[in-house]
């Protein structure tokens, strides 16, 4: 339950239109419930803005399917990260309306539009094809928080003028999430092109000394660009949040805390 259905809920409790027993029934499992391998947090759409999102790796196609139903009973929509296609069509099947983004490995169920929370544009950045994935789930995200996201791929440090070309769309981003592997250089670009919060991803894409992503993420951590924050590797999700609230207006994240 987020904050705007619950003041609704108090405020027809305070003008007599629901009873306040109906309300406490309403408000049964608001904090948790458990399923017995999970605990589902229905708190955190009030707490933070946004519902718990499922991270699916190591978690059964029915485990999902159960998360995501007891999500989607308390009204809020549903994402789960990181679902292969086997697992993705076992969960289809038993939640109708979900749908399944290959690229990214996310299954998201809305059953209205996301009201746009964000206040600017995100540009999601991707040096080569092969990091297209982890870009994608930060852009998919980015959208489940309430942002407006444009992805841009295969842009890397390897022809400049690529990235170049793109000017015009570079200069509206309010904030950037610029994923590379191998050498991991073009956060340190873009951090040194634009004068806007830059979250660089590293991937696990390379050949052998890269080390599954270590090469990159040692290079992004010590950028020169002043404005480059790094989160972990392949952790598109984590990036697509953390655009998502710098995103949003200051004011409107002071208020969410009051």
Request: no cysteine; charged share 25%; hydrophobic share 45%.
């Given at each position: 339950?987020?904050?705007?259905?619950l003041l609704r809920l108090l405020e027809q409790v305070a003008a007599g239109q629901t009873a306040p027993g109906e309300a406490c029934k309403k408000l049964?499992?608001?904090?948790?419930?458990?399923?017995?391998y999970a605990t589902v947090d229905h708190h955190r759409s009030l707490r933070k803005g946004v519902p718990e999102?499922?991270?699916?790796?190591?978690?059964?196609?029915?485990?999902?399917?159960?998360?995501?139903?007891?999500?989607?009973?308390?009204?809020?929509?549903?994402?789960?990260?990181?679902?292969?296609e086997h697992k993705a069509a076992r969960v289809l099947s038993l939640i109708p309306g979900a749908e399944y983004d290959a690229c990214a490995r996310t299954l998201c169920f809305t059953e209205k539009p996301r009201p746009l929370r964000g206040r600017g544009?995100?540009?999601?950045?991707?040096?080569?094809?092969?990091?297209?994935?982890?870009?994608?789930?930060?852009?998919?995200?980015?959208?489940?928080?309430?942002?407006?996201?444009?992805?841009l791929h295969d842009v890397g440090v390897a022809g400049l003028h690529r990235l170049l070309a793109h000017r015009e769309l570079l200069e509206?981003?309010?904030?950037?999430?610029?994923?590379?592997?191998?050498?991991?250089?073009?956060?340190?670009v873009v951090g040194g092109l634009f004068p806007r919060p830059v979250i660089a991803v590293p991937t696990s894409v390379g050949y052998g000394a890269s080390f599954g992503g270590v090469a990159a993420l040692l290079g992004m951590l010590n950028s020169c660009a002043s404005n480059v924050c790094v989160v972990n590797i392949d952790n598109g999700f984590g990036a697509g949040c953390v655009a998502a609230m710098m995103d949003r207006d200051v004011e409107e994240r002071i208020e969410d805390r009051s």
């Open positions: 339950m987020d904050k705007e259905r049964q499992g608001f904090d948790y419930e458990s399923l017995g999102v499922i991270y699916g790796e190591g978690k059964t196609a029915e485990q999902i399917a159960g998360i995501m139903g007891r999500i989607i009973a308390q009204g809020d929509p549903a994402l789960a990260t990181r679902v292969d544009l995100i540009v999601v950045l991707s040096a080569g094809t092969s990091d297209l994935p982890v870009a994608r789930e930060a852009a998919v995200t980015a959208r489940f928080m309430g942002s407006r996201a444009e992805e509206r981003a309010a904030v950037f999430i610029v994923v590379a592997g191998m050498e991991g250089a073009l956060p340190s």
